[in-house]
């Protein structure tokens, strides 16, 4: 053996052993106890992974929603279908009377002392009629003009090619975080207000099966409840519905001390006309819970806000008459039940997460979509953190960014703040570092004795 053979090898076996010395130093460091937050499974589906792989359609629904679309022989449905998907994108909250009314005096104070500034002979009664001429146009220009999405049986095709798929895959990902996370819950009846084309009674049955016995459906469109149907029974109105007990309404059930152990609002408080419609809605949706209220809205600052609303509304407001005592409590995504920390950072970015999918084989339809999504899930019974001593579980509100020997996380905390942690082997332990690299946004993820040098404020 060479002189520089046998120095390499030298080497190797100085190189092998200093590794063995560091891996036993690193877990004397870290004792093998804080790897209980694992319970049994392995680093890429620990307990706070709800992720999911690209989602598909159920073959049932997917062969009825494309023999509907293929009888209507529809004329630029690729065309409508992206006009009518970036209208809902674009869609904000009507705006209330009052900041309107404010806007309309501070524009017409403005106005005024322009107009008194010229000095000379003013007709004031001419002038007075000239501003609010102006006041009127600038506020046709600048203010949000709301309007009520009316389906019928041609538009309610056209949502079906544009959403069916997008809406089923924020559904079902919302349904895994219930999941996952309390394996034990079997719901035997479903409330789903605004029910739209049924995709929360086809994700809650690819979860739960024939455990659910009842699923009441409740939408204001009669088309949309027709066509709803259509898509249960194959597109063929003599076969039997694929899921039994789906029962549709135009009304909500009127008692309120009828509860469904899941109540669902997917989309459906952007479509209310006001402020205390969504408040009202919302309480009566919370009052017909048992188990899980789920509110799932589009990934944007509005859909955002509309759900910090309802948060807030069920926290800290108190009924009236109380037909049950069970606090409301947060169940996702928030890891507490503080402000949200989201708004106290400019500029203000949503909390939204993503789901791949893959859409209607139709033209113009790409293999692969992602849906961008925000959601609310509130519960009765208990939060939806993990309970193991001395780990500190935490929403990942960002991808999370892998590089060599360390991971960039950013998270919403237990502590109600926004944190960037850069999570390593050495300082948070092997465990928790393999389960970081396996985790991605929306995840949660266990911070066992956060290193303070690796936690930074998240400002950015």
Same mark, same amino acid.
């Given at each position: 053996?060479?002189? @520089?053979?046998?120095?390499?090898?030298?080497?190797?076996?100085?190189?092998?052993?200093?590794?063995?010395?560091?891996?036993?130093?690193?877990?004397?460091?870290?004792?093998?106890?804080?790897?209980?937050?694992?319970?049994?499974?392995?680093?890429?589906?620990?307990?706070?992974?709800?992720?999911?792989?690209?989602?598909?359609?159920?073959?049932?629904?997917?062969?009825?929603?494309?023999?509907?679309?293929?009888?209507?022989?529809?004329?630029?449905?690729?065309?409508?279908?992206?006009?009518?998907?970036?209208?809902?994108?674009?869609?904000?909250?009507?705006?209330?009377?009052?900041?309107?009314? *404010? +806007?309309?005096?501070?524009?017409?104070?403005?106005?005024?002392?322009?107009?008194?500034?010229?000095?000379?002979?003013? =007709?004031?009664?001419?002038?007075?009629?000239?501003?609010?001429?102006?006041?009127?146009?600038?506020?046709?220009?600048?203010?949000?003009?709301?309007?009520?999405?009316?389906?019928?049986?041609?538009?309610?095709?056209?949502?079906?090619?544009?959403?069916?798929?997008?809406?089923?895959?924020?559904?079902?990902?919302?349904?895994?975080?219930?999941?996952?996370?309390?394996?034990?819950?079997?719901?035997?009846?479903?409330?789903?207000?605004?029910?739209?084309?049924?995709?929360?009674?086809?994700?809650?049955?690819?979860?739960?099966?024939?455990?659910?016995?009842?699923?009441?459906?409740?939408?204001?469109?009669?088309?949309?409840?027709?066509?709803?149907?259509?898509?249960?029974?194959? =597109?063929?109105?003599?076969?039997?519905?694929?899921?039994?007990?789906?029962?549709?309404?135009?009304?909500?059930?009127?008692?309120?001390?009828?509860?469904?152990?899941?109540?669902?609002?997917?989309?459906?408080?952007?479509?209310?006309?006001?402020?205390?419609?969504?408040?009202?809605?919302?309480?009566?949706?919370?009052?017909?819970?048992?188990?899980?209220?789920?509110?799932?809205?589009?990934?944007?600052?509005?859909?955002?806000?509309?759900?910090?609303?309802?948060?807030?509304?069920?926290?800290?407001?108190?009924?009236?008459?109380?037909?049950?005592?069970?606090?409301?409590?947060?169940?996702?995504?928030?890891?507490? =039940?503080?402000?949200?920390?989201?708004?106290?950072?400019?500029?203000?970015?949503?909390?939204?997460?993503?789901?791949?999918?893959?859409?209607?084989?139709?033209?113009?339809?790409?293999?692969?979509?992602?849906? *961008?999504?925000?959601?609310?899930?509130?519960?009765?019974?208990?939060?939806?953190?993990? +309970?193991?001593?001395?780990? =500190?579980?935490?929403?990942?509100?960002?991808?999370?960014?892998?590089?060599?020997?360390?991971?960039?996380?950013?998270?919403?905390?237990?502590?109600?703040?926004?944190?960037?942690?850069?999570?390593?082997? @050495?300082?948070?332990?092997?465990?928790?570092?393999?389960?970081?690299?396996?985790?991605?946004?929306?995840?949660?993820?266990?911070?066992?004795?956060?290193?303070?040098?690796?936690?930074?404020?998240?400002?950015?």
């Amino acid at each position: 053996m060479s002189a @520089r053979s046998y120095g390499a090898c030298v080497l190797c076996r100085r190189t092998s052993v200093m590794n063995t010395v560091f891996r036993r130093m690193s877990a004397a460091a870290h004792p093998r106890s804080q790897a209980d937050f694992l319970k049994g499974k392995k680093h890429r589906n620990h307990p706070g992974v709800t992720n999911l792989k690209t989602l598909t359609l159920p073959e049932e629904l997917q062969t009825a929603a494309q023999s509907i679309i293929q009888r209507a022989e529809m004329t630029r449905l690729p065309e409508r279908t992206r006009t009518l998907t970036n209208f809902l994108w674009s869609r904000k909250r009507p705006v209330e009377d009052v900041p309107l009314r *404010k +806007k309309a005096l501070s524009l017409e104070k403005q106005l005024w002392e322009k107009a008194l500034e010229k000095r000379g002979d003013i =007709d004031e009664q001419m002038l007075e009629e000239r501003i609010r001429k102006k006041v009127l146009t600038e506020l046709k220009k600048t203010t949000y003009h709301w309007t009520p999405m009316k389906y019928d049986e041609e538009l309610g095709v056209v949502y079906m090619a544009a959403r069916l798929a997008g809406g089923y895959a924020a559904v079902r990902r919302a349904i895994n975080e219930i999941k996952k996370s309390n394996p034990a819950f079997a719901p035997q009846s479903l409330l789903d207000f605004g029910s739209g084309l049924g995709t929360v009674a086809w994700a809650s049955h690819s979860c739960w099966g024939d455990t659910l016995k009842e699923m009441v459906c409740v939408d204001s469109s009669a088309p949309m409840n027709i066509l709803a149907e259509r898509l249960l029974k194959g =597109d063929n109105e003599r076969a039997e519905a694929h899921i039994k007990h789906v029962y549709f309404r135009q009304f909500l059930p009127l008692s309120p001390k009828v509860q469904f152990d899941l109540v669902f609002a997917a989309f459906t408080l952007s479509e209310l006309p006001s402020a205390k419609e969504r408040e009202e809605a919302v309480v009566t949706l919370w009052r017909k819970t048992n188990a899980y209220l789920v509110l799932v809205e589009n990934g944007t600052k509005e859909g955002h806000q509309m759900l910090m609303e309802a948060r807030d509304t069920l926290l800290q407001k108190q009924e009236k008459v109380v037909h049950d005592s069970r606090p409301a409590l947060v169940f996702a995504p928030c890891s507490h =039940d503080l402000m949200c920390p989201k708004f106290t950072h400019e500029p203000v970015i949503p909390c939204n997460f993503q789901q791949a999918y893959k859409p209607l084989p139709l033209s113009g339809h790409n293999d692969h979509r992602t849906e *961008k999504f925000s959601y609310l899930i509130m519960t009765r019974t208990e939060p939806a953190q993990p +309970k193991t001593e001395g780990v =500190d579980w935490a929403r990942l509100i960002a991808p999370v960014q892998r590089r060599a020997r360390h991971v960039h996380c950013r998270m919403c905390c237990s502590d109600g703040q926004l944190q960037h942690v850069v999570v390593t082997a @050495r300082k948070h332990s092997r465990d928790m570092y393999r389960c970081a690299r396996s985790s991605d946004w929306g995840d949660q993820l266990p911070l066992v004795n956060k290193a303070e040098d690796d936690v930074q404020s998240d400002s950015e």
